[in-house]
Structures are given as C-alpha cells and as structure tokens.
C-alpha cells in the first residue's frame, strides 16, 4: 500500500514538471539551438567514425600495405571460428560478473552513503568511493598486480599467516580480471545506487517497521523493490562500462583471458590488420545492443517491483 | 607603452617565424624521446642551431596520423621498427633516401640498411632472460631449452609480436622466416610453458620483476634497463643467435625541410652519437665505427663487426610487414588460446 502511495507520487510530479518546462521550451527556441547544434554536430562525427568502420569492416586486408582492398565479407566469415564464439562468450560472461559483484558490493556502500548522518563518515564513505575515478584504469590495474599477483599483498599475507603454502593464482585468470573490473565500476554503480536510495522517502521503511516488520524484513519488502529502477539502471551501466574493459583485461588477463576489445588490439591493430579489427568492432556492437536489449527485457518484470 | 606594443608584435611575429624554424621528429614517448633528445638532437642543434621538436606516440598512432595527413606530413622525422617502417614505405609516406647526403652512413652495416626509404638508427635482439635465483640449475644454451619442461607454466613473451618465438621454432624445425610452418607443431609443443603474454614494456619488466615470469621471449634493451634497476636478470644468447630488431629512421614524403632531414640522419651516425646510445641504451650501434666501452661493447646483443651482425636471426623486414597479420592470428588461435 505504501509502495502504490509512492508510486502515485511519483507519477504525478513527472508530469507536472513535463508541463512545467514545456513552455518556456518553446518560448526559447534560439537558445535550444544553441545547445542542440554542438550536440547534433557531435553526433554526426560519431555517425561519421562509425560510417568509417563499417566500410572498413567489409574491405579486404592487403598484406604489408595500410590501403584496405575490395569489398568482401571474409573479415566477417572469419569470425565464425569457435575461438572467436568463446571470446565474445567470456566478455558477456565477465560483464555480468562484473555488474553482479559490483552490486553486491556497492549497494552496501551506497545504502551507507546515503544512510549515515555522519558528515564526516559520509564523507569519507564519498572520497573512498569517488577516488578511483581520479585514477587512470591503468594505474588502478597496475596497483592490482602488485596486490594479486605470486609475490604480491594477498598472497605475501596468507604465506606468512601458514593459510596456504603455495602462492594462489589469481592474475592471468578470470577471477583476477572480475576483481580488478569491479573495482573500476564500483564508483559508478555506487552513485547510481545512491541517487536512488536518497529517492526513497524514510517515512516508507519507518511505516513498515511501526506496522510490526523488522528491519530487514523492511529493507526487503520496502526500500529494495523502491530501489530497483536504480539497481537496473546500475547493472546496465556496469554491464556495458565493462563491455568495452581494455587496459584491466589485457594486464590482469595477461593474453589468457581475453574480451573483445583485446582481440580487436590483438588480432586487428598489433597486426595492421585494420579490416579485420573493424569487423571485430562491429561485431561487438551488435553484440552489446543484443545483449543490453535482452537485459532490457529481462529488467521489465522487475521494474514493476518497485512502483507497486 | 608603445615600446612595449612594439615589443609584443615583434615577438608575436618573430614566434611563428622560430616556429617554422625547427625540424620536427616523430617517435615513440618516454626513454626513446629522451635518448634522441640528449644525443643526436643535441648534436644537430648544435651544428644547425636548428631546434628539434618531437611529437611523440605508439607506432599504431603515429603510422595511422602520418596516413592521414600524407603529402603535408606533421613530422619531418619518423622513427619506428624496420618492418612497420615497410608500410610507410609501400604507402608513399617516406621520402627516397639519397645516400651521398648522409656521407656518415657509409659505415652502416649492411644489416641496418634497410631498404631505399628507411634505414636502421640502432639495434637490439630480442633473446632469452630469465631470473637464476628463481630458476635454480636451469641453463639456455639453444632456443630449444625453452622448451623444458620444467618452465612449465613460467614462460612470457610479446602479445604485440609473435614474430620472434614463431622464426625460432620454424630455424629449430630446419625452416625459415618465408617457411615458417615448418615450426608449427615445435610451437604449439611449447604452449604449456607459457604462463603470460605480456603486452608493452613496462609489463614484461613488471612480470619478470615480481618473477611472475621467471623467463622471458624479451627484448635486451629492457632487461638491461632492469638489471640496472637490480632485478637480478641474466641475458643469455642461445648459439643460434638473438632474433634482430632494428629501429630505422627516415625523412617523411613532403617534408619541408628535407635537407635539415638529411644533416639530422647524418649526425645520428656519427660515431660518437652512437657510442652514446649504445651507452645509454644499451643497445647496438647502427654504424661499425663507433668505439664503445668495453664493458658496453661485450654485451649481448651490441654488436661492434660485421660477424656479430651476421650471426644473429635476421627477419627480413618487408617479409615481416607482410607475414605479421597472418603470424599475429596464427598465434592467437593456436598458442594463446
């Protein structure tokens, strides 16, 4: 009941501020094209470079020369080997690795954040997670090596502590590659979180705790199915963020894990083979858009949830 | 204040002029910058008065910039690999060298003249290094000691190049370059010895470093660079001989200033220049008249006669340019994964 109430709220004020804005929208034309023209243009350079690759992608690959040759659908034939199945294979199953964990883990953070009353706790839950994103990937992956690695922090540790006594792999495999992946979405999904929790009136969950439920039976039923929107908003931005992982795949992954922008460097760029790095890249697109859509419409049912 | 008006449009109109007056040399970031700065730029400025500025980035960037702004180059200069210098070469990017403009590369060894539009400014071998301390009682002698099994699961090399463990194996398979299928089988032998493949510089150092990697495909210049950083590395050299590398430069197609091109080349052979950067770098002088330190010159993979030169694997590089795409895929379907 509290949920509907919340719904119905929240359903009246888009509108109203939909009506708000629509006049002076139309009152303001000169200004609207003032910000509508850099953004048109931007996105005809983008369809541009996307033309480019396309056309790209269907030329033929001429051994030690930079000029692509005639039209061809081999770059694309190619790919149909099982080698180049499983890479595209391992990058969705590493997305939404990535994505799940980053959940997990953020959303405590983000329920903090957004919880403490704390300015100076708030604060540094914000530093500690906005920081990262000050980093370069690089950087950060870099700093995961030394913390992964044989000879590095978490295995340094448990040899000295007797837990193991033979170093535990975890760079060059899928494992080191999530780890280091979710670090660089981790930022990201927390503020998506945490600009939906604040969303949430408090009144809600206080309600649900006076009417007998207990708080975690109140997070459950209340503040989590209200979170949702921002859940799968989180999911979908970590999911496609990691789409396109170069550096963290390629350092942690050490060439034996692989996504598909490191067989793009791989197999397209270290060879000069520009044709083929392009049908590469097209081919991932077309991926990303099939999986996101299908993401899409797996979320339907849940974003359902949080309105009722 | 109209001195001081004066003044500014002066310099206003005097910097473009300075501008104009500088060759501009296109190369890779970082230390190879720095050694073209501190010893041929150096010397060229100081013969010419000529400044040198230089526009630095990967090989990739800076071959497909130099595609792109053809006939009218950003560069005067470009330094890059022997074989990817061949695909400027085949697209036109680099001006026909004329050699009696360059009276100093007349000491060049033959192996370091690369082709009429590029020629070799120094040169290393990529080789074995591996860590002793962690590799106890193991020896390289040959190529074909990689392939013990007790490197099982200890082995990296290039991601970004197979080139060199793909000739090795077909050499020990009694093929070559051309007929490199002749090591397929010696190769894919090797897989379970590879742990990593690592993908720039700064990875292999790193690997070989944390010895996550005891043992390495690596380029000599980099393991000197660690030892000298005290990473306890040892370079050996199997009896057939490192796989050359060789850095070339050239005058780009369209430069303007072609002439200070030409005295810019001719300064890099002079034979303290490359002293110098066989010095610095560790690597091999491109020219057969430069004195090196003796220390220097007894390193693996500095090369100061002509039989040292001959006795290492030589790729040849316009092969390479035109085998490196069908290499680079041949080893990601079959080694990598």
């Known amino acids: ?308 | 204040m109209k001195r001081l008006l004066i003044a500014f449009f002066a310099l206003a109109l005097g910097f473009p002029a300075q501008a104009q007056h500088k060759l501009v040399v296109s190369i890779w970031g970082g230390s190879w910058r720095d050694l073209v700065a501190e010893t041929v730029a150096k010397k060229f400025t100081q013969e010419t008065g000529v400044p040198v500025e230089f526009i630095t980035g990967g090989t990739i960037d800076r071959l497909n910039k130099a595609k792109l702004t053809k006939d009218n180059p950003e560069s005067d200069i470009t330094f890059t690999t022997s074989h990817v210098g061949w695909l400027y070469a085949n697209d036109g990017l680099f001006e026909k060298l004329d050699l009696a403009k360059i009276p100093n590369a007349k000491n060049l060894a033959d192996e370091a003249r690369i082709s009429p539009y590029h020629l070799g400014s120094w040169a290393y071998i990529y080789t074995i290094g591996y860590r002793a301390d962690l590799l106890k009682g193991v020896k390289f002698e040959s190529w074909n000691d990689l392939w013990n099994p007790a490197l099982k699961g200890k082995l990296a090399a290039p991601d970004f190049d197979p080139s060199h463990i793909i000739v090795v194996s077909a050499i020990l398979s009694g093929g070559d370059a051309a007929h490199w299928e002749k090591g397929q089988d010696k190769l894919k032998a090797l897989k379970p010895n590879f742990k990593a493949f690592y993908t720039n510089d700064a990875n292999s150092q790193q690997l070989l470093a944390t010895g996550e990697t005891p043992v390495q495909v690596v380029l000599s210049m980099n393991a000197y660079y660690m030892i000298g950083q005290g990473v306890p590395i040892t370079v050996a050299i199997p009896k057939e001989g490192g796989v050359l590398g060789v850095d070339t430069v050239a005058i780009m197609k369209g430069s303007k200033k072609a002439e200070l091109g030409y005295k810019f080349i001719n300064a890099l052979y002079d034979p303290a220049v490359q002293a110098e950067i066989a010095k610095l770098k560790k690597g091999s002088p491109a020219v057969l008249n430069a004195k090196l330190h003796p220390e220097i010159a007894k390193l693996p993979g500095v090369f100061t006669t002509a039989a040292q030169w001959k006795k290492q694997i030589n790729i040849d590089a316009k092969l390479r340019a035109e085998k490196t795409a069908e290499w680079r895929k041949w080893f990601a379907e079959n080694i990598m994964n």
């Open chain 1, 1 to 308: 009941m509290v949920c509907r109430k919340y719904h119905e709220l929240t359903r009246k004020r888009p509108r109203a501020r939909a009506r708000g804005h629509h006049s002076p929208v139309v009152t303001n034309q000169p200004y609207l094209r003032t910000f509508v023209t850099p953004a048109a243009l931007c996105a005809l350079a983008f369809i541009v470079a996307m033309a480019a690759i396309l056309q790209y992608s269907v030329r033929a690959y001429i051994p030690g020369s930079l000029e692509p040759g005639g039209l061809t659908l081999a770059n694309f034939a190619a790919l149909m080997k099982p080698l180049y199945a499983r890479v595209f294979l391992d990058t969705v199953w590493i997305c939404f690795l990535t994505a799940f964990c980053t959940l997990i883990v953020g959303y405590p953070i983000a329920y903090a954040l957004v919880h403490v009353s704390n300015p100076t706790a708030k604060s540094i839950v914000l530093i500690t997670v906005v920081t990262p994103l000050f980093l370069g990937e690089v950087v950060r992956t870099y700093s995961w090596i030394i913390v992964l690695g044989n000879n590095g922090f978490i295995n340094s540790v448990l040899l000295k502590l007797g837990v193991i006594e033979h170093p535990i792999q975890f760079m060059f495999t899928t494992f080191g590659v999530v780890v280091a992946l979710v670090h660089v979405t981790m930022p990201v999904m927390v503020i998506m979180l945490a600009a939906a929790l604040s969303h949430i009136d408090r009144d809600y969950q206080k309600a649900a705790e006076s009417l007998g439920a207990g708080p975690v039976r109140a997070f459950l039923t209340v503040t989590l199915p209200l979170s949702m929107p921002g859940i799968i908003a989180g999911v979908t931005t970590a999911f496609a963020w990691t789409f396109s992982a170069f550096a963290t795949p390629q350092l942690i992954g050490g060439g034996r894990v692989n996504m598909v922008s490191n067989l793009v460097y791989q197999l397209g760029f270290a060879s000069f083979n520009f044709p083929f790095a392009a049908s590469l890249c097209v081919a991932g697109l077309a991926l990303t858009l099939v999986v996101l859509s299908a993401l899409r419409l797996a979320a339907r049912p849940l974003e359902k949830i949080g309105p009722h």
